[in-house]
């Protein structure tokens, strides 16, 4: 492999790309890393205007109905009354009483039972207890055993590489994106170092560092700044204020500094990336997999079949982009369905457009990702071939392959191998003495 980074022309530009892309991101991270005191200050902001509580585990012990304390004898109203066991907190094992749920007014309530875990707020200062969710701790934490064990019966190392390489994508994002921007730094400028520190450590992570991965990475970078430069006009053109979700709404009282619209802008880069490193991936690997097959296609022939396949993969993943957008929005859909308006007014709406808007830009980064990571692939393939497919240990070469000196093998070329014959419907069929398939 040092051999192949040496001679090759190509793969040493990626390299030096991927180095200086590395460089920058390190030194963002080092501009950019949060010093806590803007999440101290919002967290100080929240408390005052009474946005923060504890939130202690309960079990609820009694589920009763009946008349609202507050009914009129002429409109009476029913509400369900609920005593909670204190698993935690300084009333711990004590039963507390909550506030009483209207029936008619709030649905929180009525799948509540005797037994179930729930989640109650507990405000020290005049001692008041309420609800606040179910409890599901245990459920997720059920769930993610159950994923990494999938995933490691499947993928065994990679797998457990690729586990790895989501851990550190939640420790960018918790660690060091959200307090940056707390801190006062720009969303847009934090969300691409981010998204850089992630493309290098999950990519890396999960795929080993080779040249496979250094092409991908490259090719993952490109795709995400044109991604960046669409989103930034677009965003501009359709001037998004941010302050269409109640998330949008709260941020301003607890943390005034903050640019919602860069914030906005901040996410679908993001976002963007997770599909990205998917298609590259997928397009240096399809590539390689070609030049190792057929050593005599040329660079030209190369780049055609890969783009080829990728229209494919695009055509999926554009229509996956959608349907993810949308099932996240779908009960607000249901809203705008009943709300009597024009599929352009509804679109017009920030909540939509937003969606929009992100979903075209990322889609469009997306195109461009498979015609930009096929030349880079084709490029470095079309020379001295250092993009061999990786073969698990211990595999035995085929029969078109020559054992060389040093433990090399090389394969043959198309002209000296025996084609294959065409396939045949009678090669698929059914035999004559079968009745059925």
Known sequence: MFEAWRTDRALRAVLVFVGLAAVAAAA????????????????ERADEIGLTYQRLAATVIEVSDRVCSYSAPDDPQACRSITVRADEGPDEGAQVALPEFNLAYDRTSIRISPGDKVIVGYEDSNDYYFFVDRDRRASLVWLAALFAVVVLALGRLRGGLALAGMAVTLVVLIAFAAPSVLDGNNPVLVAVVAAAVIAFASLYLTHGLNAHTTVALAGTLASLGLTLGLSWVFFGLADFTGLATEEGLTLPLIAGDIDLAALLLGGAIIGALGALDDVTVTQVATVAELRYRSPDLSRRELIASGIRVGREHIAATVNTLLLAYAGAGLPLLLLFAVSDQSLAMVANSELIAVEIVRTL???????????????????VTGGAGPLRPAEPAGTPPDDSQERQPGGHYTVESA???????????????PEDDQSRW
Not at 28 to 43: K, N, S
Not at 361 to 379: D, E, H, I, N
Request: glycine share 10%; hydrophobic share 45%; proline share 10%.
């Open 415 to 429: 002209e000296a191998r025996e084609p294959d014959p065409a396939p045949r419907w009678e090669d698929f069929a």
């Open 28 to 43: 963002g991270l080092a501009l950019l890393w949060p010093t806590g005191e803007g999440r101290d200050t919002a967290r």
């Open 361 to 379: 830009c990322g889609s469009m980064g997306l195109v461009a990702a498979v015609p930009v990571t096929t030349v880079l692939a084709a490029l």
